[in-house]
């Protein structure tokens, strides 16, 4: 339910409306459902031609992080490699 | 009372139908039994197709209504091997169409047809009352000569190598796109364009291909389909490897489609013996809309009469026939 | 020279990160957990990314109600075919809604017997339509959870604001909660965690589903709709039933909050009031699970306002569909007599196989045999 897709603010009118940058395409989109200020270059989730709020950026890279510990942790053995058996099908070509 | 709906006309599932449950019902043959591109005639010298056109609007980045017709019927020949000659046309035009609109169209028929290296021999005018069709409506049938025999939907066998032409769907992006209430602004353009002059690059270096086919309607997906039925093989396709623009991929983000059921209009596959993979791929990357060039699978046994698709995780799923009218997901 | 973009789509679609998930979870997996994803985004997500084929055989997942296209009782959407047939109507709705049969057929085909039926992106296009119209009724169909609510009462509030006559609604709005309330109820109810929709979340903040690890001591991870987001959100389920905790926990933080959107929330509130009941497709009446306009804005009603055309009998789901246990968790799609044969995609019985993101329509594009 409920398709949404994190989109870039590049540009914001006077009547509230933003210009949202999606992989390259443009659509504008509407402010008003959200309370904060928004600015260029910040990130918004888009709902049917609406923000419908701020991504943190911060918590977005927060998780990476978090991510990609998981792998150094593996790597340096912390977690160990063998116990489960990594059961995906090997890549074919 | 059953009804045609526009879920009949989109090249996937219902289309199928459609064209099983009446045409071949009356009209089946061993011509249209064959359901290629184009039919072979007089002993195969020959390759005949033909193909309506109806497109709003008229003009789209990449293209017109014009271009697209002679593009349409010309490459339907030309994935039989078959370089263009002779093309029919037809047009059905609502009152009240600018004269200057159609000069612009005709023109750009004209040059298209230079490029294809084919000549119009025949055409029609229809004039009719407004509101009976939208602006203007273009068929176009086409006479081939063949070049490259043997090109079929039933010749592919494992570990032939699946190659597409160059990135996917962005003629059913960006039409898409610019229609009324998506208003999404993009520098995409079609990939509307004659594929003859790849074909002939082909031959020329010697390469032949067991299939090809350009991705029209129901786009890489319904071809990828109707080959695993015809051929009764499983095509494997390697996800990541399908080539797909950042704004295609923004457009099926936004409305919820796979770049894989969009429609192309200069877009096309090729079964290939893997030996002859590498070669291809240098030819038609020599055309410079075909840059992302890439294999992006192969034949196999496993699941026949079946697309997988792989992840980069080792996870595979079908990939089926585009059903349905293309919608946006809302959810 | 600018610092490297966060790709926000790369970012949680990364294959190592994948597989360092698939691996964790594995290790830890000690019992076996019947997972709800009640959003149908996350059901779209799970097939579409073949994420059972990494997971260990102790998840199993019960694919949820949440689709807003699905879960539409046909006699709503008859409601919406005999709308489309009133003189001077144009029908409007969102994207796939007009697929979706009824008993006399879909919006595609009142469309196709001439009726003016057309979907929009966004709800406020709706506006362009009706000042293009002016001698037309327009009458937006509204369906959606919690995540298009807001939207719905974005677009009243202009036509209010503008004063526009010629915009009428029928509200089909349905919520979260009381849904999930139901499915634990039941006595046959096998499901032991929840995966908590993303962006219905966005909307009324984490909050809502304080109740299911208090009441029920399921425990509740709002996760996103990325692949690595349902890794990490399985991973957070795992880590509660091990350490035998309930909790409600929030793996998406990069956009949901405890309290979620005010304003959105405010809107939908001003606009709207709960139904005593509302009929999902599948699961029968649920006390309080949909929305309707309040009595205020009766005029913009279209339910009231076509009161006298619109059919009110009840129709009984299909008797070989078995929607209802596919939502409890106690069947899978694959269990149903008619999946696949009498039941597809182009013409669907069920809810589950209506939209794409239906339990059925999903194991039918995606695999199941696989």
Not at chain 3, 184 to 193: G, T, Y
Not at chain 3, 207 to 211: C, F, L
Not at chain 3, 260 to 266: C, L
Not at chain 3, 312 to 316: D, L, R, S
């Given at each position: 339910m409920?398709?949404?897709?994190?989109?870039?603010?590049?540009?914001?009118d006077e009547?509230?409306?933003a210009?949202v940058?999606?992989?390259?395409?443009?659509?504008q989109?509407?402010?008003?459902?959200?309370?904060e200020?928004?600015?260029?270059?910040e990130?918004?989730l888009i709902?049917?031609?609406?923000?419908?709020?701020?991504?943190?950026t911060?918590e977005?890279?927060?998780?990476?992080?978090l991510y990609?510990?998981?792998?150094?942790?593996?790597n340096?053995?912390?977690i160990d490699?063998d116990?489960?058996d990594?059961?995906?099908?090997s890549?074919?070509t | 009372?059953?009804?045609?709906?526009?879920a009949?006309?989109?090249g996937?599932e219902?289309n199928?139908?459609?064209i099983e449950g009446?045409?071949?019902k009356?009209?089946k043959?061993?011509?249209?039994k064959?359901?290629?591109?184009?039919?072979l005639i007089?002993?195969g010298k020959l390759a005949?197709?033909?193909?309506?056109?109806t497109?709003s609007?008229?003009?789209?980045?990449?293209?017109?209504?014009?271009?697209?017709?002679?593009?349409?019927?010309?490459?339907?020949?030309a994935?039989m091997?078959?370089?263009?000659?002779?093309?029919?046309l037809a047009m059905i035009?609502?009152?009240g169409?600018e004269?200057?609109?159609l000069?612009e169209?005709v023109?750009?028929i004209k040059?298209?047809?230079?490029i294809?290296?084919a000549v119009?021999?025949?055409?029609?005018t229809k004039?009719?009352?407004?509101?009976?069709?939208d602006?203007?409506?273009?068929?176009?049938s086409g006479?081939?000569v063949m070049?490259?025999?043997?090109?079929?939907?039933?010749?592919?066998a494992v570990?032939?190598a699946?190659?597409?032409?160059?990135?996917?769907?962005?003629h059913?992006?960006?039409?898409?796109?610019n229609?009324?209430g998506?208003d999404i602004?993009?520098?995409?353009?079609?990939?509307?364009?004659?594929?003859?002059p790849m074909v002939?690059a082909?031959?020329?270096a010697?390469i032949k291909p067991?299939?090809m086919?350009?991705a029209?309607?129901g786009g890489?997906?319904?071809?990828l389909?109707e080959?695993?039925?015809a051929?009764n093989?499983?095509?494997?396709?390697?996800?990541?490897?399908i080539?797909?623009?950042?704004?295609?991929?923004?457009?099926?983000?936004?409305?919820g489609?796979?770049?894989s059921?969009?429609?192309?209009e200069?877009?096309?596959?090729?079964?290939?013996d893997?030996?002859?993979?590498d070669?291809a791929i240098k030819?038609?990357k020599?055309?410079?809309q075909?840059k992302?060039?890439?294999?992006?699978?192969?034949?196999?046994?496993?699941?026949?009469?079946?697309?997988?698709l792989?992840?980069?995780w080792?996870?595979?799923r079908f990939l089926?026939?585009?059903?349905?009218e293309?919608?946006p997901?809302?959810? | 020279?600018?610092q490297?973009e966060l790709?926000l789509f790369?970012?949680?679609?990364?294959?190592?990160?994948?597989?360092?998930?698939?691996?964790l979870?594995?290790q830890?997996s000690?019992?076996?957990i019947?997972?709800?994803?009640?959003c149908g985004g996350?059901?779209h997500?799970?097939?579409?990314y073949?994420?059972?084929?990494i997971?260990?055989?102790?998840?199993e997942?019960?694919?949820?109600p949440?689709?807003?296209v699905?879960?539409m009782?046909k006699e709503?959407?008859d409601?919406?075919?005999v709308?489309s047939q009133q003189?001077d109507?144009?029908?409007?709705?969102?994207?796939?809604?007009?697929?979706v049969?009824g008993?006399h057929g879909?919006?595609q085909?009142?469309r196709?017997?001439?009726?003016?039926?057309r979907f929009?992106?966004?709800?406020l296009?709706?506006?362009?339509?009706?000042?293009?119209?002016p001698?037309k009724?327009?009458?937006?169909?509204?369906i959606g959870?919690?995540t298009?609510?807001?939207?719905t009462a974005?677009l009243?509030?202009q036509?209010?604001k503008?004063d526009l006559k010629?915009i009428?609604?029928h509200i089909?709005?349905v919520?979260?909660?009381?849904?999930?309330?139901v499915l634990?109820?039941?006595?046959?109810?096998?499901?032991?965690?929840f995966?908590g929709?993303?962006?219905?979340?966005?909307?009324?903040g984490s909050?809502?589903?304080?109740?299911f690890?208090?009441?029920?001591?399921?425990?509740?991870?709002?996760?996103g709709?990325?692949p690595?987001?349902v890794m990490?959100g399985?991973l957070?389920i795992?880590?509660?039933?091990?350490?035998?905790?309930a909790d409600?926990?929030?793996?998406?933080?990069?956009s949901?909050?405890y309290e979620?959107?005010?304003?959105?929330?405010?809107l939908?509130?001003k606009?709207f009031?709960?139904?005593?009941?509302?009929?999902?497709?599948?699961?029968?009446?649920?006390?309080k699970?949909?929305?309707?306009l309040?009595?205020e804005f009766?005029?913009?009603?279209?339910?009231?306002?076509y009161d006298k055309?619109l059919p009110?009998?009840?129709?009984?789901d299909?008797?070989?569909c078995?929607?209802g246990?596919i939502?409890?968790g106690v069947?899978k799609?694959?269990d149903c007599?008619?999946f696949g044969?009498?039941?597809?995609?182009?013409?669907?019985?069920g809810?589950?196989?209506?939209s794409?993101e239906?339990a059925?329509?999903?194991?039918?594009?995606y695999?199941g045999v696989?």
């Open positions: 409920c398709l949404s897709i994190p989109s870039k603010v590049v540009e914001i009547n509230n409306m210009t940058d999606t992989m390259g395409v443009k659509r989109v509407t402010l008003d459902l959200i309370g200020s928004v600015e260029v270059g990130y918004v709902h049917v031609g609406f923000a419908m709020n701020k991504i943190s911060e977005a890279e927060e998780s990476i992080r990609e510990e998981i792998i150094e942790q593996m340096s053995g912390q490699e116990e489960g990594m059961g995906y099908a890549k074919r | 009372m059953k009804l045609i709906t526009l009949h006309g989109n996937g219902e199928n139908e459609l009446i045409f071949y009356y009209l043959n061993d011509y249209l064959k359901s290629e591109d184009a039919s007089e002993g005949f197709t033909t193909d309506s056109f497109i609007p008229l003009f789209f980045s990449g293209g017109d209504i014009g271009k697209l017709s002679v593009c349409g019927t010309c490459n339907d020949l994935m091997g078959a370089k263009p000659k002779y093309v029919t035009i609502e009152e169409f004269v200057s609109v000069d169209i023109k750009s040059k298209e047809l230079e294809c290296g119009v021999v025949a055409g029609d004039v009719v009352p407004r509101g009976s069709v602006r203007l409506f273009i068929n176009t006479v081939g070049q490259l025999e043997g090109i079929s939907a039933s010749n592919l570990g032939d699946i190659v597409v032409s160059r990135d996917i769907g962005t059913g992006a960006a039409i898409y796109a229609r009324e998506i602004t993009s520098t995409l353009k079609s990939d509307c364009a004659s594929l003859w002939e082909l031959k020329d010697r067991k299939e086919r350009d029209t309607r890489l997906a319904a071809v389909n080959w695993a039925k051929s093989i499983c095509i494997e396709i390697d996800e990541e490897k080539p797909v623009c950042s704004e295609v991929k923004g457009i099926c983000e936004l409305l489609f796979e770049p059921a969009l429609a192309n200069g877009t096309f596959v090729l079964a290939l893997p030996n002859d993979v070669e030819v038609l020599t055309f410079s075909n992302m060039c890439s294999c992006i699978g192969k034949v196999t046994d496993e699941y026949t009469k079946k697309v997988v792989s992840s980069e080792g996870t595979k089926d026939m585009p059903t349905g293309l919608l997901r809302i959810c | 020279m600018p490297k790709d790369k970012a949680f679609r990364n294959p190592e990160h994948m597989k360092a998930l698939a691996k979870i594995k830890e000690k019992t076996k019947r997972l709800m994803e009640v996350h059901t997500t799970i097939m579409k073949g994420i059972p084929q997971l260990p055989d102790t998840i997942f019960v694919h949820g949440g689709c807003p699905c879960i009782p709503r959407i409601h919406a075919y709308l003189p109507v144009i029908m409007v709705t969102l994207g796939d809604m007009i697929k049969p008993s879909s919006l085909d009142a196709s017997k001439g009726a003016d039926v929009v992106y966004s709800p296009d709706t506006l362009k339509i009706a000042k293009d119209n001698e009724k327009v009458i937006f169909f509204a959870f919690e298009t609510t807001p939207m974005a009243i509030d036509v209010i503008h010629n009428f609604f089909n709005h919520t979260v909660p009381e849904v999930m309330e634990l109820q039941s006595e046959e109810c096998l499901i032991d965690a995966i929709p993303s962006h219905v979340s966005v909307i009324t909050k809502i589903y304080d109740q690890p208090k009441k029920y001591h399921k425990p509740v991870v709002v996760t709709f990325e690595i987001d990490e399985i957070m795992v880590r509660q039933v091990n350490e035998k905790r409600l926990e929030n793996q998406y933080k990069r949901v909050s979620g959107n005010i304003v959105a929330q405010d939908i509130n606009y009031d709960q139904r005593e009941l509302f009929k999902w497709r599948g699961l029968g009446n649920i006390p699970s949909g929305l309707k309040k009595d009766s005029y913009l009603d279209a339910e009231k306002i055309v009110k009998e009840e129709i009984n299909h008797k070989l078995i929607c246990d939502l409890k069947a799609p694959t007599k008619v044969k009498a039941c597809k995609p182009s013409s669907p019985i809810s589950c196989m209506v794409s239906g059925c329509a999903a194991y039918y594009k695999g696989l």
